[in-house]
């Protein structure tokens, strides 16, 4: 079962379970959004299409986060005059689950449990770092490595200094020209031409 929803002035086509980034919308994390719009209801060859809404349906889905989106640049020119300015914007967007599709006497609810982790631990995670909200002291205790001061001591002391490299050896300098040899002398230009020349 599908449906088409209208919010932020956009519309989109949804299913229990899916990930939906709309316009921001007000709440905080973990909670619940019902939208009232449905503009047409889908289960297999059965399509409803409102008139401009179907009545009496809905769909509901759980807030996950509100971020800011990519950057759009704004860039102004006026030609020959030195003019260029560039700005940048970032509109808010809010993440949505959707987690159930209820009108027209059906429902479909989407069985999964919401995970409310953001993208940007996600991402972080992702690449191996670790950001300030998703460390606990006890994680950053088990994955520090334990090291022995007293082994690294004993290597230390058993190590030997060796010694240090040698320079390569410059290559020998281009031979320069003797003082009795002569020079080639510079071409001259060509004389440019006038209009008397011409005639």
């Given amino acids: 079962m599908y449906a088409v929803i209208k919010t932020g002035g956009k519309q989109y086509r949804v299913q229990p379970g899916d990930v939906l980034v ?24 059965a ?17 996950i986060e509100t971020r800011k989106g990519l950057k759009v640049k704004i860039f102004k020119k006026t030609r020959r005059q030195g003019y260029r300015r560039t700005r940048g914007h970032r509109q ?6 959707v987690t159930g599709i209820t ?14 982790t953001t993208k940007a631990v996600i ?10 909200d998703d460390v ?4 950053v205790a088990e994955e520090a ?20 490299k040698k320079a390569a050896p410059r290559k020998a ?13 510079a071409k001259k230009p060509a004389a440019k031409k006038t209009d008397t020349d011409a005639e």
């Fill in 136 to 139: 606990t002291p006890t994680s």
């Fill in 22 to 45: 709309v316009e921001k919308l007000d709440g905080e994390p973990g909670a619940d959004v019902a939208f009232g719009e449905v503009l047409m209801l889908g289960d297999g060859a």
């Fill in 173 to 185: 300098a281009a031979p320069k020209a003797e003082a009795g040899e002569a020079k080639p002398a």
């Fill in 145 to 164: 490595p334990q090291v022995e001061v007293e082994a690294v001591a004993a290597d230390a002391a058993t190590e030997t200094v060796a010694p240090a």
């Fill in 47 to 63: 399509v409803t299409v409102g008139a401009p809404t179907v009545s009496g349906a809905s769909v509901n889905a759980t807030l």
């Fill in 103 to 116: 009108g027209d006497g059906k429902s479909a609810k989407w069985d999964g449990t919401v995970d409310l």
């Fill in 123 to 132: 991402d972080a995670r992702a690449r191996g770092l670790a950001l300030r």
């Fill in 92 to 97: 808010f967007e809010s993440v949505l689950r």
